[in-house]
C-alpha cells in the first residue's frame, strides 16, 4: 500500500498523479510531538460517576470545537453527547480528539488530566 497526497492510500486514490514519496506521507499516529513534550490524542478515562461524566461532556463541549469520540469496545459515540456517553460509560471510556490542532489537543489533554486515566 502506498500513501497518497489529500489523505487517500493507493486503494482508494482514483488518480495516480496525487501519489508522493513515501518520506513525504503523513503516517496516522495517536500522538504529537511538540517542544520535546508528547501530547496524547487518546485516552482511557474511567467516567462511571455521573458528576465526572457531567463536567467532562460540559468541557469537551464548550472547550473543544471539533470532534471528540468516545468508544468502548465497537461502539462509538459522540463524546459532547451526555447520552451517548451514558450508554457505555460504566466501562473505561477511551476518548479521542480528531484533529491535528496543536492548541486543541493541549486543551484536550488538560482535561482529560481532571478525571481517572486508566492505563492501558
Known amino acids: 500500500m502506498y500513501a497518497w ?19 513525504y506521507a ?9 517542544e520535546n513534550k508528547t501530547m496524547k490524542t487518546e485516552f482511557t478515562l474511567n467516567l462511571d460517576s455521573l458528576t465526572d ?12 470545537p ?10 462509538v459515540v459522540d463524546a459532547k453527547s451526555y447520552l451517548g456517553l451514558v450508554t457505555i460509560s460504566i466501562h ?17 489533554n488538560e482535561i482529560c488530566s481532571k478525571y481517572k486515566i486508566v492505563e492501558e
Open 5 to 23: 497526497k489529500q489523505g487517500t492510500t493507493s486503494w482508494s486514490a482514483e488518480d495516480p498523479a496525487y501519489v508522493c514519496d513515501w518520506k
Open 66 to 75: 471539533c470532534d471528540v469520540d468516545a468508544k468502548y469496545g465497537r461502539q
Open 92 to 108: 473505561p471510556v477511551t476518548v479521542v480528539i480528531n484533529t491535528d490542532n496543536e492548541d486543541y489537543i493541549k486543551r484536550f
Open 26 to 34: 503523513k503516517l496516522a499516529t495517536n500522538q504529537i510531538k511538540k
Open 53 to 64: 461524566l457531567n463536567n467532562f461532556v460540559m468541557e469537551i463541549s464548550s472547550q473543544i
